[in-house]
C-alpha cells in the first residue's frame, strides 16, 4: 500500500508514509480511515513523509484533485500538517501543493529535514499545554 500509518498516542501525532505509485483513490481511502478512526481524532496534527514518492509522476492536476479530496473532510479541522520531501523537485512540487491549498484551515508546511518538519508539528500542543 503506498500510504501506511501510525498514530503516536503519546504525542497525540499522525505520522504517514507516502511511496510510489499513489493514486488519488488510494488517498482518499486513507483520509476516510483517518477522519473515522476511534484511536484518534479526526484533526489529530499529521507528518506526511513524501520522501518515497517519485514527483516525476505529479503534476498540478493531480494536486488539484488531491486538494479537492481534502476538502471531502472537513472533520480535520485545524490540524497542523507537515510534509516532508527529499528532493529539490518534491519541494517545488509540494510548495506549489502548499499554495493551492491555503484556503483549506489545516496550517500546512512543507520540509526537506524531516527532524525539523516533526519538530514544528509539534510545536503547536506543546505551546496550547502550557498556556
Keep these: ?3 501506511e500509518y501510525r498514530y503516536d498516542r503519546e504525542r497525540n501525532a499522525l ?4 511511496s510510489s505509485p499513489l493514486t488519488t ?6 483520509m476516510g480511515g483517518i477522519t473515522q478512526s476511534n484511536e484518534f481524532p479526526p484533526d489529530t496534527r499529521t507528518l506526511w ?3 518515497g514518492i517519485d514527483f516525476g509522476n505529479i ?9 479537492e479530496i481534502r476538502k471531502q473532510f472537513p472533520e480535520r479541522g485545524r490540524a497542523r500538517i ?3 520531501v527529499g528532493d529539490q ?5 509540494t510548495r506549489m501543493y502548499e499554495i493551492l491549498s491555503d484556503d483549506l484551515p ?3 508546511r512543507v520540509f526537506t529535514d524531516y527532524s525539523e518538519g516533526e519538530q514544528w508539528m509539534l510545536e503547536q500542543t506543546r505551546q496550547g499545554e502550557e498556556s
Design 1 to 3: 500500500m503506498p500510504i
Design 15 to 18: 505520522f504517514c508514509m507516502v
Design 25 to 30: 483513490e488510494e488517498f482518499e481511502q486513507v
Design 49 to 51: 513523509d513524501l520522501r
Design 59 to 67: 503534476d498540478r492536476a493531480f494536486e488539484e484533485q488531491v486538494i
Design 82 to 84: 507537515a510534509l516532508i
Design 89 to 93: 523537485l518534491g519541494l517545488g512540487m
Design 106 to 108: 489545516q496550517e500546512t
